[in-house]
């Protein structure tokens, strides 16, 4: 994986320091992560049925301790950790989903990512996401742009979803009414994070995602997409607020400008 951007070096403040701290911690996670990759780690599942295996909780404790070393005063809030209220007082949150898309991790399909956050009045100010099995690298922060291995990201200008490239679920991409619009999909993301940097990135032009997504599924594509002059939201347009009681959403959609008000009304029709 690609070392710090010294991009961050000479961009100045608290942000930077949190790109190179979020950024060096997801490179050591990606390398705990791939210990097990490919190699039949344990799994369970959890209420409702999703899996968590012994990596996620690896990797869990790892960035816990790294990332709370290093900044004490900042709350914690990650899929792998039991939640509590303490977070809501603090003015800086971490926001870590230790292993997004852990069907994909333990299926040694290479779609997961390791996404860490910093959260700061309900909205992303730091990101880095880290697709260890690729070697990728995203870094954003508020003000500051996005970038992928060290090169700056712009959303596309496309402006008809006739044509445009999408990923989301399979049961909203398969209504008759969205496979009208002429959509061109590829293979399904299962990460929603990463499936939102894609956006970022230039690969997709429009992301969708189900209900009931968490924070720390979408804090730091959140930022990632914005810096690179995207949008994310939920069906009312509104930008996703972090930190809150319950970290939950609704369905949303990510998508470039020219793109995000049509992408939006038709996710709208059946939210």
Same mark, same amino acid.
């Given at each position: 994986?690609?070392?710090?951007? $010294?991009?961050?070096?000479? !961009? ?24 097990? !990759?490919? /190699?039949? $780690? ?18 869990? %404790? /790892? ?8 900044r004490p005063d900042y709350g914690w809030l ?8 303490? @977070?809501?007082?603090? +003015? ?11 069907? =994909? ?11 860490? +956050? ?5 909205? $992303? ?15 954003? =922060? ?22 445009? @490239?999408? +990923?989301?679920?399979?049961? !909203? ?13 590829? %293979? !399904? ?24 997504? /968490? ?5 730091? +594509? ?26 939950? /959403? ?22």
């Amino acid at each position: 994986m690609p070392g710090v951007d $010294p991009h961050w070096t000479t !961009f100045a403040g608290e942000l930077a320091a949190d790109v190179v701290l979020l950024s060096e911690a997801a490179a050591e996670a990606g390398e705990i992560a791939m210990r097990w !990759f490919r /190699h039949d $780690p344990k799994v369970w599942h959890k209420d409702g049925g999703s899996p968590v295996s012994e990596a996620d909780l690896a990797v869990d %404790r /790892h960035l816990k301790t790294r990332l709370r070393a290093a900044r004490p005063d900042y709350g914690w809030l990650s899929e792998e950790t039991a939640d509590g209220p303490e @977070r809501l007082g603090c +003015a800086r949150v971490f926001v870590v989903d230790p292993i997004d898309g852990t069907r =994909a991790f333990v299926a040694g399909d290479e779609g997961w990512t390791v996404s860490l +956050a910093v959260v700061e009045a309900g909205r $992303p100010i730091a990101a880095a996401l880290a697709q260890p099995a690729t070697g990728r690298l995203w870094q954003a =922060a508020s003000g500051g742009g996005a970038r992928l291995d060290g090169e700056l990201l712009a959303v596309t200008d496309r402006a008809a979803l006739a044509g445009a @490239r999408v +990923a989301g679920p399979k049961k !909203f991409l398969e209504r008759p009414v969205v496979q009208e619009v002429g959509f061109r999909t590829d %293979r !399904f993301v299962p990460s929603l994070a990463l499936r939102i940097a894609q956006v970022a990135d230039g690969r997709l032009d429009v992301a969708y995602g189900s209900a009931d997504a /968490h924070d720390w599924d979408l804090a730091a +594509a959140d930022l990632l997409v914005q810096e690179a002059g995207g949008r994310l939201a939920v069906p009312s347009g509104e930008a996703i607020a972090y930190n809150r009681a319950v970290p939950r /959403h609704p369905a949303l959609v990510a998508a470039v400008p020219g793109l995000f008000e049509a992408a939006r009304a038709l996710l709208a029709r059946f939210a």
